[in-house]
């Protein structure tokens, strides 16, 4: 069996909401993050099978797979993929999962994993666009209260 190696690991610095990073898109705070790593590591775009990248707030400026868009944003060849994983605060984290399986199963030799959220651009919520998406079932067995995103293994 193969096993996943993270190389390399890159962000951008931790903002704050309305503040030094609310002017910057999403797309391009992960272009950057993108040509970052790139840079950082000596890797050659064109050798990435894909990037899996997290993002809950799928909706206005991080909506149509944002992973693919900053993929291109970064100059990037057009023969790299992205796709974009909503597992709500766990997205990124997912994201990096889904490579590193990818990876161990053979599917990838080269994957990048990571995620964007701008809570200045992209309010928490925002996808839900003033509907309760939820469903009678969800609130009957609830009683409105939302359960954990995750049970812990026993």
């Known amino acids: 069996m193969r096993d996943a190696v993270i190389v390399d690991a890159v962000r951008t610095p931790v903002?704050?909401?309305?503040?030094?990073?609310?002017?910057?898109?999403?797309?391009?705070?992960?272009?950057?993050?993108?040509?970052?790593?790139?840079?950082?590591?000596?890797?050659?775009?064109?050798?990435?099978?894909?990037?899996?990248?997290?993002?809950?707030?799928?909706?206005?400026?991080?909506?149509f797979d944002i992973a693919r868009t900053a993929v291109l944003a970064a100059g990037w060849p057009e023969t790299v993929p992205g796709v974009t994983v909503d597992r709500q605060c766990g997205s990124s984290q997912q994201s990096l999962h889904f490579a590193a399986a990818g990876l161990v199963a053979g599917h990838y030799d080269v994957v990048v994993a990571g995620g964007v959220e701008s809570m200045s651009r992209v309010p928490i919520g925002s996808s839900a666009q003033g509907a309760d998406p939820h469903g009678p079932a969800f609130?009957?067995?609830?009683?409105?209260?939302?359960?954990?995103?995750?049970?812990?293994r026993r």
């Open 139 to 152: 609130l009957a067995r609830y009683g409105g209260v939302a359960p954990p995103q995750a049970r812990a």
């Open 15 to 63: 903002g704050r909401r309305g503040k030094g990073l609310a002017g910057v898109h999403p797309v391009d705070l992960s272009a950057h993050v993108l040509g970052a790593l790139a840079t950082r590591t000596g890797l050659d775009p064109a050798t990435v099978d894909d990037v899996v990248w997290g993002c809950v707030g799928q909706v206005g400026e991080q909506t």
